[in-house]
């Protein structure tokens, strides 16, 4: 029973344009969500999170998107860089106080081409 | 360096033997977790701890696995009788619970387990 999912298995943006990752949710006791970006024979480095209780959230140029009611975030980079080139993993967690392992998603491989 | 660390960042050992990996989190955090991730998944909880405390195990922890956190800082995952099928990245994460009761979780680079 995959919880989060990632439906987009790789996306090519490039630079300078902007980057769009999706990332789905069934769980309806999730109320923490956290991207992470991972290089290969890394482990995953936390970029940015968002609470429940907010739909939007910005780190320079970073910003996740929170749709509750469609249960369903989005990762936005802008502009995006080649340095950005990873794959980047969605996670969940909840409810905020009781439960706090992650669900991750099965992650998105994002290519920033020249 | 303040992060996560974890070692040996590399493991290889053949079926049967026992294997322990070791993390070093970040040093005021209170709760340190386990991760496995496989070829193409998103990484899998294993277990974690608050303080030296196990509050939670996942079914992925089979009876082979065992985790300690010794007077609540560093952490150790054994796995004995080690199977083709324990090959993976094993992730050490810690954090400290925010006020608003938020986990914001940091990861090592891992542990890259191949039994052969």
């Known amino acids: 029973d995959q919880q989060v999912k990632q439906n987009s298995p790789s996306l090519s943006v490039q630079e300078g344009r902007i980057s769009i990752l999706n990332c789905d949710y069934t769980?309806?006791?999730?109320?923490?969500f956290l991207w992470y970006k991972k290089y290969p024979a890394e482990g995953p480095t936390f970029l940015i999170s968002i609470s429940s209780i907010k739909d939007k959230n910005e780190d320079g140029r970073f910003t996740v998107f929170l749709n509750k009611s469609a249960k369903h975030l989005s990762l936005h980079i802008v502009p995006s860089q080649p340095g950005d080139s990873a794959v980047y993993f969605c996670a969940a967690s909840g409810p905020t106080g009781t439960a706090s392992k992650l669900t991750f998603g099965t992650g998105t491989r994002l290519q920033v081409t020249l | 360096d303040t992060g996560v660390s974890q070692d040996p960042r590399h493991k290889i050992t053949k079926r049967g033997q026992n294997v322990t990996f070791r993390c070093d989190p970040i040093s005021e955090h209170n709760r340190l977790y386990w991760y496995r991730q496989t070829l193409g998944q998103g990484p899998e909880f294993l277990t974690y701890f608050q303080n030296e405390a196990q509050l939670e195990k996942s079914r992925l922890l089979s009876d082979r696995f065992s985790a300690e956190r010794p007077k609540g800082s560093f952490s150790t995952l054994e796995i004995q009788r080690t199977e083709q099928g324990d090959s993976a990245m094993y992730l050490c994460?810690?954090?400290?619970?925010?006020?608003?009761?938020?986990?914001?979780?940091?990861f090592g680079p891992g542990t890259r387990l191949t039994v052969l």
């Open positions: 994460a810690s954090s400290l619970v925010s006020g608003s009761g938020t986990d914001t979780q940091y």
């Open positions: 769980n309806s006791m999730f109320d923490y």
